[in-house]
């Protein structure tokens, strides 16, 4: 089949929710205004944030523990204030000249989502998190249906379903083969995790067996992907089922699939 042809089919399919990873994170700085408000300028559907609960109680938008990777500097977010953190440039690491940025405050961030978008927020601290997040989500203008939590912490998506049951959440999980290639972990696993956790859907991270979607469908669950950087790999996910597609690049995949 020709890359029009296969073109042409995904356009007679339903398209999945193209989901901006960190923002636009190859063209600006991961999870900084910047990177969100290019993600939408780009068309995205969605963004995808990482969260951290700091010392002040505040909930910070960053994917690592500390801020050396980013930001040149080592900061524990979990021991400092947002003020500290916001103090640092973490638009650091880049090659590129682009502008200084600061971590964002996650608020800022609900503020950026568009009418009718979507936010996804992975939560990489425990569930001690929550109960500000939701008290953040209400004090936000964003439509709850709008949001989904994501995490691969059992315990924090099982204390989002406590405090919010009809709040969406998805268990991420990063699928690999043992030395026999076999999936890892097995389906049977994953099923117990989506059970105990009551998550909505399954989040995946690499390619996904035919048995694993078929079993899914029949349990009556979604299936996600993430993160996928080639428009050939977006489309072996669609056409097998993926809900949605998380990417470095949402200016291309919106291009590409559209």
């Known amino acids: 089949m020709s890359s029009q042809e296969e073109t042409d089919t995904l356009s007679a399919e339903r398209l999945p929710t193209i989901v901006a990873h960190r923002g636009a994170s190859r063209d600006a700085p991961e999870n ?10 780009q068309g995205a ?17 960053i994917h690592d523990a ?3 990777r980013v930001a040149g500097t080592k900061l524990v977010v979990a021991h400092s204030t947002l003020e500290e953190l916001q103090a640092l440039n973490v638009a650091a690491f880049r090659d590129d000249a682009c502008a200084p940025c600061k971590v964002p405050a996650l608020r800022d961030v609900l503020a950026t989502v568009p009418s009718g978008k ?24 964003i439509d709850r249906e709008h949001v989904v939590v994501i995490s691969f912490n059992a315990a924090t998506l099982h204390a989002c379903k406590r ?4 709040l969406k959440t998805f268990l991420l999980v990063q699928l690999q083969l043992d030395a026999a290639g076999t999936p890892r972990p097995s389906m049977m696993t994953l099923l117990e995790s989506l059970l105990m956790t009551k998550a909505d859907a399954l989040s995946v991270g690499g390619s996904v067996p035919e048995a694993y979607v ?8 979604e299936w996600h992907t993430w993160t996928l950087d080639t428009v050939a790999e977006a489309r072996q996910a669609i056409r097998a089922g993926a809900e949605s597609v998380t990417t470095n690049i949402p200016a291309l995949m919106k291009g590409e699939l559209k």
């Open 118 to 141: 979507h936010i996804y927020i992975e939560i990489k601290s425990g569930p001690d998190l929550v109960p500000i997040l939701l008290e953040q989500l209400e004090a936000s203008d």
């Open 163 to 166: 405090l919010a049951p009809t």
């Open 45 to 61: 559907d969605a963004i995808e944030c990482d969260v951290h609960l700091t010392k002040d109680g505040q909930i910070a938008v």
């Open 32 to 41: 900084t205004l910047a990177a969100f408000n290019l993600a939408w300028e």
């Open 66 to 68: 500390n801020t050396e």
């Open 214 to 221: 078929v079993e899914l469908a029949a349990k009556g669950y």
